[in-house]
C-alpha cells in the first residue's frame, strides 16, 4: 500500500447515472492508495459487489474498503444505519476471514433504521400499488421513513443507544407516531414497543466499541498524511434534489454530500471521479429515455440484461437496460464538478454490430441536449442517437488503451466529448486486475 507523507489526498467515487455503476470495484482498486474508505448517505438499500480473484462479496452498508487489509473504513453521519444488518454484514465478512470490528469507526450522529421505518415503507408501497397510484420503488427498507424522522428532528440517533433511558422515552414517543399511521392512514399492524427497545438495547452492546467522531477522525488522518476515500452510494439521477423526482432515494447521492455526509470542509474533496457504466441500467420505478425491451432473446436489450448480468446486488430485481444516455450524463457532470470519468462493463457490448449513444431529446417539437429537471418532461422525451459500428474482440480483462478495439476507442472518444470530461479509467471486468488506467486519481 502507498504511503503518503504531508497532507493526504482525497478522492470522492460517485455514480453518475442511476445507480449500479460498478463503483464498488472502482473503489476496491483505488483503495490501494487509500488508508481511509468512508460512505457517506444512504442506507443497506444500496448494494456493491465486489470481484476479487473470482470470489465475489456482497457489501452493502460497510464501505468496500473492507476488503483490504489495514484500511479503516468510515461510516459517515449521512448514512442512516440498520443495526441489526450493519452487525448481520460484519459477521458475513468475518466468517469468510476479514478483520472488520477494529477497523469500522460508525458515526454516533447516524440516524437509526427501526423495525417501524420497515413496516411504514412496505405499508405505503403496497397502498401506492392497490390504490392504482404505482409504486415509486423503493427496496422496503425503512430508509425513506428513516430519513423523515432526521429531516423532522424526531430521529432515534446511534448516539442514543448510550444512554438507555433515553433511548426509551424518544423510542415510545416515536413508535406511537408510526403506530398511528400503521393502523390509521396505512392499513396495517402497529408494533409493540418492549421487542423493538430490547433488540436495539441487545445490538447497542455490540455497536459500542465501533462508535467514533467520524469526522474528526477523518480531519486527523488526512492531516497526518492519509489519503482518504469517499464513497457514494445509488446515483446521481437518483438523488433527493437533483434526480427524476419522485422515483429517486431519500438522500443526496451526489459529491458534494461527501463533506456533509462525512462531517468534513468542502475543501477536502481533492478530485471527483464518475463512475459510468458503458450502457444504462435503472432499477425501479420511473422515467428512462433509452430504456430497451429485454424479454426478446437476440434483441439489444436481452443482451444487455444477461451478458452484463444486471440484477439489483440488494433486492435481486431485474435492472432495466438501454443505450448510453449522453444528456443524461451531461447533468450529471455538471452537479458533481466530476474531475475524471471511469467507464465500467465495456465489455458487454462486445459482439454487438451497432451501438448508440443519445446525444440529446426531442421535447415537445423542440431539441435540448441535456436532461430536464422535471419527471414528467423526461417521460415526454424521445431520445436522439448517434450509431457507431461495434466491434467483435472481446475487451475483456484488456489493460491497456491501445489493446481496445479501434472500434471501441472511437466509440469511448465520443462519450468522452460528449461528457466535456476525461475518461481516466476504463473497467473491462469485475476483477481488480481488469482495468486500463489512462490517468490515476491520486496522481494527478
Same mark, same amino acid.
Given at each position: 500500500?502507498?504511503?503518503?507523507?504531508g497532507?493526504?489526498?482525497?478522492?470522492?467515487?460517485?455514480g453518475?447515472?442511476?445507480?449500479?455503476?460498478?463503483?464498488?470495484?472502482?473503489?476496491?482498486?483505488?483503495?490501494?492508495?487509500?488508508?481511509?474508505?468512508?460512505?457517506?448517505?444512504?442506507?443497506h438499500?444500496?448494494?456493491?459487489?465486489?470481484?476479487?480473484?473470482?470470489?465475489?462479496?456482497?457489501?452493502?452498508?460497510?464501505?468496500?474498503?473492507?476488503?483490504?487489509?489495514?484500511v479503516?473504513?468510515?461510516?459517515?453521519?449521512?448514512?442512516?444505519?440498520?443495526?441489526?444488518?450493519?452487525?448481520?454484514?460484519?459477521?458475513?465478512?468475518?466468517?469468510?476471514?476479514?478483520?472488520?470490528?477494529?477497523?469500522?469507526?460508525?458515526?454516533?450522529?447516524?440516524?437509526?433504521?427501526?423495525?417501524? %421505518?420497515?413496516?411504514?415503507?412496505?405499508?405505503? =408501497?403496497?397502498?401506492?400499488? !392497490?390504490?392504482?397510484?404505482?409504486?415509486?420503488?423503493?427496496?422496503?427498507?425503512g430508509?425513506?421513513? *428513516?430519513? =423523515?424522522?432526521?429531516?423532522?428532528?424526531?430521529?432515534?440517533?446511534?448516539?442514543?443507544?448510550?444512554?438507555?433511558?433515553?433511548?426509551?422515552y424518544?423510542?415510545?414517543?416515536?413508535?406511537?407516531?408510526?403506530?398511528?399511521?400503521?393502523?390509521?392512514?396505512?392499513?396495517?399492524?402497529?408494533?409493540?414497543?418492549?421487542?423493538?427497545?430490547?433488540?436495539?438495547?441487545?445490538?447497542a =452492546?455490540?455497536l459500542?466499541p465501533?462508535?467514533?467522531?467520524?469526522?474528526?477522525?477523518?480531519?486527523?488522518?488526512?492531516?497526518?498524511?492519509?489519503?482518504?476515500?469517499?464513497?457514494?452510494?445509488?446515483?446521481?439521477?437518483?438523488?433527493?434534489? %437533483?434526480?427524476?423526482?419522485?422515483?429517486?432515494?431519500?438522500? &443526496?447521492?451526489?459529491a458534494? &454530500?461527501? *463533506?456533509?455526509?462525512?462531517?468534513v470542509?468542502?475543501?477536502?474533496? %481533492?478530485?471527483?471521479?464518475?463512475?459510468?457504466?458503458?450502457?444504462?441500467?435503472?432499477v425501479?420505478?420511473g422515467?428512462?429515455?433509452? =430504456?430497451?425491451?429485454?424479454?426478446?432473446?437476440?434483441?439489444?436489450?436481452?443482451?444487455?440484461?444477461?451478458?452484463?448480468?444486471?440484477?439489483?446486488?440488494?433486492?435481486g430485481?431485474?435492472?432495466?437496460?438501454?443505450?448510453?444516455?449522453? *444528456?443524461?450524463?451531461?447533468? !450529471?457532470?455538471?452537479?458533481?464538478?466530476?474531475?475524471?470519468?471511469?467507464?465500467?462493463?465495456?465489455?458487454?457490448?462486445?459482439?454487438? *454490430?451497432?451501438?448508440?449513444?443519445?446525444?440529446?431529446?426531442?421535447?415537445?417539437?423542440?431539441?435540448?441536449?441535456?436532461?430536464?429537471?422535471?419527471?414528467?418532461?423526461?417521460?415526454?422525451?424521445?431520445p436522439?442517437?448517434?450509431?457507431f459500428?461495434?466491434w467483435?474482440?472481446?475487451?475483456?480483462?484488456?489493460?491497456?488503451?491501445?489493446?481496445?478495439?479501434?472500434?471501441?476507442?472511437?466509440?469511448?472518444?465520443?462519450?468522452?466529448?460528449?461528457?466535456?470530461?476525461?475518461?481516466?479509467?476504463? !473497467?473491462?471486468?469485475?476483477?481488480?486486475?481488469?482495468?486500463?488506467l489512462?490517468? %490515476?486519481?491520486?496522481?494527478?
Amino acid at each position: 500500500m502507498q504511503q503518503s507523507t504531508g497532507r493526504g489526498r482525497n478522492v470522492v467515487v460517485v455514480g453518475t447515472q442511476w445507480g449500479d455503476e460498478g463503483k464498488g470495484k472502482v473503489v476496491d482498486w483505488l483503495t490501494d492508495h487509500a488508508q481511509g474508505v468512508v460512505r457517506f448517505q444512504g442506507g443497506h438499500n444500496a448494494g456493491h459487489t465486489l470481484v476479487i480473484k473470482g470470489v465475489k462479496t456482497a457489501l452493502q452498508l460497510i464501505p468496500s474498503g473492507i476488503m483490504r487489509d489495514g484500511v479503516a473504513c468510515y461510516i459517515g453521519n449521512g448514512v442512516v444505519v440498520d443495526p441489526a444488518h450493519l452487525l448481520g454484514e460484519v459477521e458475513r465478512l468475518e466468517g469468510i476471514g476479514v478483520e472488520v470490528r477494529s477497523r469500522l469507526f460508525i458515526s454516533e450522529s447516524c440516524p437509526l433504521i427501526l423495525p417501524f %421505518h420497515v413496516a411504514v415503507d412496505k405499508a405505503r =408501497e403496497a397502498l401506492r400499488e !392497490s390504490s392504482g397510484a404505482g409504486k415509486i420503488g423503493t427496496t422496503g427498507k425503512g430508509i425513506g421513513p *428513516a430519513y =423523515e424522522d432526521k429531516v423532522a428532528r424526531r430521529a432515534l440517533r446511534v448516539q442514543d443507544l448510550k444512554h438507555p433511558e433515553r433511548f426509551a422515552y424518544k423510542l415510545r414517543e416515536l413508535l406511537d407516531l408510526h403506530n398511528l399511521a400503521l393502523s390509521g392512514y396505512l392499513k396495517s399492524k402497529p408494533l409493540e414497543y418492549q421487542p423493538v427497545f430490547d433488540h436495539a438495547m441487545a445490538v447497542a =452492546e455490540l455497536l459500542k466499541p465501533m462508535l467514533a467522531d467520524v469526522g474528526y477522525r477523518i480531519y486527523s488522518a488526512n492531516r497526518a498524511g492519509a489519503n482518504i476515500l469517499f464513497e457514494g452510494a445509488q446515483g446521481t439521477l437518483l438523488d433527493i434534489d %437533483h434526480g427524476t423526482y419522485p422515483y429517486v432515494t431519500s438522500s &443526496n447521492c451526489v459529491a458534494g &454530500n461527501a *463533506a456533509a455526509g462525512a462531517g468534513v470542509g468542502p475543501d477536502q474533496l %481533492h478530485y471527483i471521479l464518475g463512475i459510468t457504466k458503458a450502457y444504462t441500467t435503472r432499477v425501479g420505478s420511473g422515467p428512462f429515455p433509452t =430504456e430497451l425491451p429485454m424479454d426478446v432473446p437476440g434483441t439489444v436489450g436481452h443482451h444487455l440484461s444477461t451478458v452484463g448480468q444486471e440484477r439489483g446486488t440488494v433486492t435481486g430485481r431485474a435492472r432495466r437496460c438501454g443505450w448510453l444516455d449522453a *444528456a443524461a450524463l451531461k447533468r !450529471s457532470m455538471i452537479i458533481n464538478g466530476i474531475s475524471g470519468v471511469c467507464i465500467t462493463k465495456l465489455d458487454v457490448l462486445d459482439g454487438l *454490430a451497432e451501438i448508440k449513444i443519445c446525444v440529446g431529446y426531442e421535447l415537445r417539437g423542440q431539441r435540448i441536449d441535456i436532461l430536464p429537471l422535471d419527471a414528467d418532461d423526461i417521460v415526454a422525451c424521445q431520445p436522439i442517437y448517434e450509431s457507431f459500428a461495434g466491434w467483435s474482440e472481446p475487451t475483456v480483462g484488456l489493460t491497456q488503451w491501445d489493446q481496445l478495439p479501434l472500434n471501441a476507442r472511437r466509440y469511448l472518444e465520443r462519450i468522452q466529448r460528449c461528457m466535456e470530461a476525461p475518461i481516466d479509467m476504463v !473497467s473491462t471486468g469485475p476483477d481488480r486486475a481488469q482495468t486500463i488506467l489512462l490517468r %490515476h486519481p491520486y496522481k494527478t
